[in-house]
């Protein structure tokens, strides 16, 4: 059963700092991984998806690696702002079409 | 930018009652999906929903609950009878097509507190 954990649970960091995201897998047989942003309450929004043939795909400030061999991916966040304080969710599709989820990373941005 | 849409944002029900939470896909999608999140915990997928049936479902979707495409818009979760442990925010999401690679689109979430 794919088991899906992010460390740290939460990290605060002074803003213009560079954020650093794990998230690891226990099956490396995977499709693909997702990265999403949740803020308090509401929805996820999707931030980068890699397919598992890609070992990194960039967005903006974001950038998302992908070690499928070791079961790893890291999110970074180049020069955090504090609207970058949310929590960051990996998940990733294994098996059918449903994502797995990890527990998150909160993250609080401070100016 | 097209995006998902449920209703209500918020539902309150006695144990017992049943809720219909209700999702609007992004119009050129074709595969459906419910998730919940319980208060603290991951989110957890529920079942995915292609070609009006059921593609697959987790051992959390029992015979209380079902899902519908009533017409071409709407995408619907129905629980027979609430438990107090089926409080949580319930996800709808689609994707384009039922490729493995596609991106999973959220909606903003029903938060579903039972009494």
């Known amino acids: 059963k794919q088991e899906v954990t992010q460390i740290p649970a939460a990290l605060s960091v002074p803003e213009g700092e560079n954020l650093v995201l794990n998230c690891s897998f226990t099956?490396?047989?995977?499709?693909?991984l997702q990265w999403f942003r949740q803020d308090p309450g509401k929805g996820l929004t999707s931030l980068l998806l890699?397919?598992?043939?890609?070992r990194e795909q960039t967005s903006g400030r974001l950038n998302a690696s992908l070690d499928k061999s070791s079961g790893r991916s890291t999110l970074y966040i180049a020069a955090s702002q504090p609207g970058d304080s949310a929590t960051y969710l990996c998940a990733v599709i294994a098996a059918g079409n449903k994502l797995t989820f990890g527990g998150g990373t909160r993250v609080l941005v401070k100016p | 930018e097209p995006e998902v849409t449920q209703t209500p944002s918020h539902q309150v029900t006695q144990m017992g009652q049943e809720v219909i939470l209700r999702c609007v896909p992004i119009s050129n999608h074709l595969y459906f999906y419910w998730y919940r999140q319980i208060l603290g915990q991951k989110v957890e997928f529920l079942v995915s929903?292609?070609?009006?049936?059921?593609?697959?479902k987790s051992e959390i979707f029992d015979d209380q609950f079902s899902v519908e495409r009533p017409d071409g818009s709407n995408f619907t979760l129905k629980i027979r009878s609430t438990k107090l442990e089926d409080s949580a925010m319930y996800f709808c999401a689609s994707s384009e097509s039922p490729g493995l690679g596609e991106t999973q689109y959220f909606g903003p979430g029903t938060r579903l507190l039972v009494l």
């Open positions: 929903f292609y070609n009006n049936e059921i593609s697959e």
């Open positions: 099956d490396s047989a995977i499709y693909n």
């Open positions: 890699i397919q598992s043939s890609q």
